[in-house]
């Protein structure tokens, strides 16, 4: 089953009058479908496209073009489509660093609809899930990097959300946090909980440790599409075939210019 659906998603920005700076086009007629409890990567290099693409995908900017489906509805359906959607995002994770992170799971599950006992369940299961007991009741101010990855991932699972939209999500994280941030992606939300996830990232090695499929964003456009199995045993070849094909883009490019 296709969890996730995009067909010709073209965005273009466009500058406001008086300003007679030219528009930009961030993606460019891109399409990817995402099975059902799996791991899809997008992966490229910086301003390739992917938080716009991530952003479109959790409703908070419009496609200028293109077909979406989230779970088999239309994305113009927000009301329907943000209950199927958690986002995660490492950049400016608006926590309340003075509360404890158990307060700020309160609130966002408030703003969820979720209060009193079933608010309180729900934190529970997600502080034992990710092993947050020893420090979700200190003051988010005192959190590790690898701490607060955890409790944002809390955060975007308070709805119970089918699919999980993760923006960077290795970004300032030491080696040892990434391994476990690894483990608790692919066994507990994909193997065990049954979730839908895509990432965006331009780390290689997490894209192929956890994948199940990756694709290629450079400069607005989706280039190719492969399974992660391709690259595991031979972790070398995907950074050969990333260089190889950013080469022969901006090789097209230095030839169409000439």
């Known amino acids: 089953m296709k969890t996730i659906e995009v067909e010709g ?7 406001l009058p008086p300003s007679k700076t030219p528009a930009v086009t961030a993606l460019k007629n891109i399409s990817f479908q995402v099975e059902q409890e799996t791991i899809y ?4 290099p910086n301003g390739a496209g992917k938080t716009t ?3 479109i995908l959790a409703g908070l900017i419009p496609p200028t073009q293109g077909e979406i489906k989230i779970a088999g ?9 943000s209950k199927k959607i958690g986002l995660f995002t490492s950049s400016g994770n608006g926590f309340w660093k003075f509360m404890t992170g158990w307060q700020n799971l309160e609130y966002f599950a408030a703003l969820q609809d979720l209060v009193g006992r079933p608010a309180k369940k729900k934190i529970s299961e997600l502080v034992e899930l990710f092993g947050m007991a020893s420090y979700v009741h200190y003051e988010m101010h005192s959190y590790s990097n690898g701490m607060k ?9 308070l709805h119970d959300p089918e699919i999980l939209l993760l923006d960077e999500p290795i970004s300032h994280l030491d080696p040892m946090a990434v391994r476990e941030f ?15 996830i895509l990432i965006s990232t331009h780390q290689l090695e997490e894209a192929q440790e ?3 499929t990756l694709g290629f964003l450079f400069e607005g456009e989706l280039l190719w599409e492969k399974p992660a199995d391709s690259f595991r045993l031979n972790p070398g070849n995907l950074l050969n075939e990333y260089v190889e094909t950013v080469e022969r883009k901006n090789e097209c490019f230095e030839t169409q210019n000439r």
Request: glycine content about 2%; proline content about 4%; overall charge positive.
């Open 41 to 44: 990567t997008i992966l490229g």
């Open 182 to 196: 690894h483990l608790l992606v692919r066994h507990e939300l994909t193997r065990n909980l049954k979730k839908t």
């Open 9 to 15: 998603l073209t965005k273009i920005y466009k500058p």
């Open 210 to 212: 956890i994948s199940d």
């Open 149 to 157: 990855q955890r409790l944002l991932l809390a955060r975007a699972l």
């Open 53 to 55: 693409l991530i952003q």
């Open 73 to 81: 509805i239309p994305i113009q359906n927000q009301k329907k489509v």
